[in-house]
């Protein structure tokens, strides 16, 4: 049975992907309204991959005997003015979400939720790989810097990002 704290946290937790979803899609929105498709296709493969982890706290909350209560998701930024600005400020997202992951494990810790914190492990490898990944994509973008055509070529590149599949629940 979950604690009342750690099932708080949690639903904070759900609200946090959600609205991570919702920023990527937001930044889907302004690569299609400019014709890059590929980081767009890249951005809502991103936006599924946060519903997944959203609806994964959602699921252990649910297995676990507590009880989900969805808040409100807040309005997610509309406007950058470049491809690398988008992924740099994925980037910031991604290292605050990571955040996120750590204090709520600490919390898991202190009150001695194994189940809870055995759930959050996932998190923690999945951040590494999320904060990695986009950390390349602004490396890359960096380089080719005002280059236009490597710009693009890197936009076919992103167009071919998999549709991904949901975790397991626990
Ligand atoms: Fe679910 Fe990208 O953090």
């Given at each position: 049975?979950?604690?009342e704290s ?15 979803a919702y ?26 991959e946060e519903?997944f ?6 699921d ?5 005997g ?8 807040q309005q ?8 690398l ?8 997202h ?6 996120r ?17 055995n759930?959050?492990q996932?998190?923690?490898?999945e951040?590494?790989?999320?904060e ?8 890359k ?7 236009m055509?490597?710009v ?11 549709v991904?599949t949901?975790?397991?629940v626990?």
């Open positions: 049975m979950l604690k750690v099932q708080s946290a949690l639903n904070d937790q759900i609200q946090a992907e959600f609205h991570s920023l990527y899609l937001s930044m889907a929105a302004w690569c299609e309204a400019k014709n890059f498709d590929g980081f767009a296709h890249w951005m809502r493969m991103q936006a599924q519903m982890h959203a609806m994964k706290v959602y252990y909350v649910n297995m676990t507590g009880r989900v209560l969805l808040q409100g998701v997610p930024d509309v406007d950058w003015d470049t491809p600005a988008i992924f740099q400020a994925s980037l910031a991604e290292i605050y979400m990571t955040g992951i750590n204090d709520l494990l600490g919390l898991a810790m202190d009150e001695r939720d194994h189940a809870t914190a759930m959050l996932w998190f923690i490898g951040q590494v790989e999320e990695a990944n986009v950390d390349g994509i602004c490396g973008l960096t380089m080719m810097g005002d280059n055509h490597a693009y070529m890197m936009d076919r590149e992103l167009a071919a990002r998999p991904p949901p975790p397991a626990a």
